[in-house]
């Protein structure tokens, strides 16, 4: 992001303060490979935002996040506003001008270069510095964090930004969690082709984690953070296999858990904003996005949480799951800043065997819902209430159709063929798996 490195010097040292230093220092060039992306969406699974692997569950976890790119998880929920398309008096008191789609709530990211490009900045107005650090805030999360396919930032952050001295006071991190997982649902639904938020993240985890990279890392860059610098600077140009989605696809369906990097990064001194994002991956957390809020379960994925040394088999995922915009008062606070997992297992768990539960999957619709204006008196915003740049955005308020998974199973006499698995939509619970996936 070649502005961050022509950004006056006052603008810039609240970008750091943000938090957002290492995140901007760090970024790789435009030369991401969506097919793994691809591959990984396949399993996942919107009924508990996990990837539903032959051994069992995994997903992003807030320290994946936060040592991926830098930024952290955990902060005060950021105060989205959906009303602010109609307030156009703030809008152009918090930027210094009208964008040309303010009255649809976004802006176009291109338009803001634009706007800056050739406008003088007088170092010594901390009204026009002010205005600045907003825009160059819009600019980056509508490029990284926050993107879509439009290439538009939805203006309800706004507020967020409104006090440059306390950007970083807010869960930044959380929402591109957030919107990761959306995104990932909807491509995993087959109502979007291309992956929003900053989708990298997913290709660098299933580097580091699955072990499932076709490049080379340089020796004297395996123990740098943030995570995604390394894999930037890797031999793209001559993988050691070939990197088809097809080969994505049977090197995921065949993974062998004894060869998952359960603790990826053990040999970093983690600096002090990581250690909050690590707390965090041992709790429930509802992750607060643009378009909408989403649990991150940690009780799912506690051979994650706890570096492979136990498989404990996960409770029911929430019942307010799919209507949290309907939590309130304490719960919602609660939720926001994460519940230990300790305190969430059954007694008696619900699966008699970790074996059953690997075999037993939920896949229910999604409900059509956006984050509340306001974290105490939560109410249900449609998806058309939001931009129409947000076309993307998915409307789930019907059961799909799903095409099977093609999935690679040993067979009695030792070889490997392919076998359906069909992926269920409405109340159905259950899904039987192929006898021979417990043995990939």
Request: glycine share 6%.
């Amino acid at each position: 992001m070649e502005w961050w490195k022509r950004l006056p010097r006052k603008v810039a040292a609240k970008v750091v303060s943000a938090g957002f230093g290492d995140f901007l220092s760090h970024l790789p060039l435009a030369d991401r490979d969506r097919r793994l992306p691809v591959a990984l969406a396949e399993r996942w699974w919107d009924s508990t935002n996990s990837f539903h692997l032959p051994f069992g569950e995994m997903t992003l976890t807030p320290l994946d996040f936060t040592c991926i790119t830098g930024v952290a998880v955990g902060g005060l929920p950021i105060p989205w506003d959906y009303n602010i398309r109609e307030n156009t008096n703030y809008i152009k008191e918090q930027l210094g001008w009208v964008p040309a789609f303010a009255s649809a709530g976004a802006i176009r990211v291109t338009d803001i270069l634009s706007f800056y490009k050739d406008k003088a900045i007088d170092e010594n107005d901390d009204v026009q510095l002010a205005h600045l650090t907003r825009a160059f805030f819009l600019h980056m999360l509508g490029r990284t964090l926050l993107s879509n396919t439009a290439e538009t930032i939805n203006l309800c952050c706004l507020p967020a930004l409104e006090d440059v001295d306390r950007i970083g006071d807010y869960n930044w991190g959380g929402a591109g969690m957030a919107t990761l997982y959306r995104f990932m649902s909807a491509v995993s639904r087959r109502l979007t082709k291309s992956l929003g938020g900053y989708s990298f993240v997913w290709e660098v985890w299933a580097y580091e984690i699955l072990q499932l990279s076709p490049y080379k890392l340089k020796q004297d860059e395996r123990d740098v953070l943030p995570t995604m610098w390394r894999w930037r600077s890797c031999n793209r140009a001559n993988p050691q296999s070939p990197s088809t989605v097809e080969h994505f696809r049977r090197a995921i369906d065949t993974i062998n858990p004894e060869d998952v990097n359960w603790l990826p990064f053990p040999a970093m001194a983690l600096p002090s904003w990581y250690l909050k994002s690590k707390k965090l991956t041992a709790t429930r957390l509802l992750l607060d996005g643009p378009m909408g809020r989403f649990y991150y379960l940690g009780e799912r994925v506690i051979r994650q949480v706890y570096a492979g040394v136990c498989a404990k088999q996960p409770p029911h995922r929430p019942s307010d799951m799919y209507s949290t915009d309907t939590i309130s008062g304490n719960r919602l606070h609660d939720v926001l800043h994460g519940l230990p997992i300790a305190s969430l297992y059954p007694d008696p768990p619900p699966y008699a065997t970790y074996d059953e539960f690997v075999r037993s999957r939920l896949m229910k619709p999604m409900t059509s819902s956006t984050l509340a204006p306001s974290g105490n008196d939560c109410v249900i915003h449609m998806c058309d209430q939001l931009p129409l740049s947000e076309a993307t955005t998915p409307s789930l308020k019907h059961p799909i159709n799903y095409p099977p998974w093609s999935v690679l199973c040993i067979q009695t006499d030792g070889s490997l063929e392919q076998e359906g698995i069909h992926r269920v939509g409405g109340d159905v619970i259950g899904l039987p798996l192929p006898c021979a996936v417990g043995d990939v």
